[in-house]
């Protein structure tokens, strides 16, 4: 088992080396251009999703996958931390409340209210509007054991997040851009409370940073997306509560069990930016400077491994086996997230 563990992580490591030589050689060689047009993130995920559904030996090692997606993701979002100032995390945080509880109160009230127009049953709805507005997969998995969900429902709530939390990912920093007249904050908002799991946020924020050279974007969208988690202590035991009313039953959650303490690493290197650009002449300025550098690149390459974990992880099959209805109720409640965010953005901040 940890020797699988270990050869999944090997795979998405060779693999996000390679995603980022093939998106060099495209934009050098083969396009002349200083800057590739295709990110290593896209690559890395394309190539980890052809590679796994094609060769059925790599799900062997899905164990891999699984711990880069829900630990080294979490590590590069620490690491991360160090690209921001403490009154940087705490102006962008409250700020995305402003839009973060809009969009997550409107897109649970009618993801819910719709479900029967598409014969869903109420756990699978309340599993879709919760994945599709606060954490994914994450925020789901929280809530099912409370409200007595059924791996059925589970597996495919998880699967409508994965399927329109990627087309978000690869659709939405094009859409910003274009709108948001690359706008820092407004792309960062749009990004963050938008978009589903933290890994498909951290993937789109550094699409749209190397594309649009607009590393802060990344930075705006971690923060936003975190403030975002931390609401599921809120918002999941009020579900549970209302649900298990209605249903009679007893199921508690646990607050501890659901909190996402990687928080506190992150809040730690924003911490330690401040403190290292306060004292910097005492440090050596050019050796805070690499040190900051060489944190950022690291934390970038973790979060590019995890990108290839997702690829490796999402499994066509699976998704072949959607019905269509929830599908239809999955997509119109991934809908109503990106458009409740978009309008509160477009009118009120940017």
């Given amino acids: 088992m940890l020797k699988n563990t270990f050869i ?8 996000s080396l390679l995603s980022e030589s093939i998106s060099v050689y495209i934009g050098t060689n083969i396009l002349g251009l200083d800057r590739s047009p295709i990110s290593p993130i896209i690559i890395a995920i394309i190539l980890g999703n052809l590679i796994g559904n094609t060769i059925p030996l790599v799900q062997k090692y899905t164990d891999g996958f699984e711990f880069s997606i829900k630990y080294l993701l ?10 921001l100032s403490i009154s940087d995390i705490l102006s962008y945080g409250l700020q995305g409340l402003i839009v973060i509880i809009p969009s997550i109160f409107l897109s649970i009230i009618i993801a819910i209210n719709i479900r029967q127009f598409f014969k869903v049953s109420n756990n699978l ?3 879709i509007a919760v994945g599709t507005s606060i954490c994914g997969a994450t925020a789901i998995a929280a809530l099912a054991p409370s ?10 709530a998880v699967a409508n997040i994965t399927i329109f939390g990627l087309i978000a990912m690869f659709l939405y920093p094009l859409i910003s851009y ?3 007249d690359n706008n820092s904050l407004s792309v960062g908002l749009f990004l963050g409370t938008s ?3 933290t890994a498909q946020v951290a993937g789109s924020g550094m699409i749209y940073s190397e594309q649009y050279s607009n590393p802060s974007v990344l930075d705006i969208a971690t923060v936003i997306k975190l403030v975002r988690n931390t609401l599921m ?17 007893n199921s508690e959650i646990k607050i501890a069990k659901i909190f996402p303490y990687f928080i506190f690493g992150f809040i730690f290197f924003g911490l330690l930016r401040t403190i290292g650009d306060q004292y910097e002449n005492h440090i050596g300025a050019e050796f805070w400077i690499n040190i900051k550098y060489l944190v950022k690149q690291f934390s970038e390459f973790l979060l590019l491994i995890a990108m290839s974990a997702v690829g490796y992880n999402t499994k066509i099959d699976k998704i072949k086996n959607l019905g269509l209805k929830p599908f239809y109720m999955g997509s119109l409640a991934a809908l109503t997230v990106g458009l409740v965010s978009f309008s509160i953005i477009y009118l009120f901040i940017n």
């Fill in 178 to 180: 274009k709108v948001f």
């Fill in 125 to 127: 709805s309340m599993l």
């Fill in 233 to 249: 202590v809120l918002v999941i035991p009020s579900l549970a509560f209302f649900s298990n009313k209605k249903s009679k039953n």
């Fill in 74 to 83: 979490k590590l590069g979002i620490i690491f991360l931390g160090i690209r």
């Fill in 147 to 156: 409200i007595n969900a059924k791996k059925e429902e589970i597996s495919y």
């Fill in 8 to 15: 999944g992580i090997i795979i998405c490591i060779l693999t």
């Fill in 195 to 197: 978009i589903h799991e």
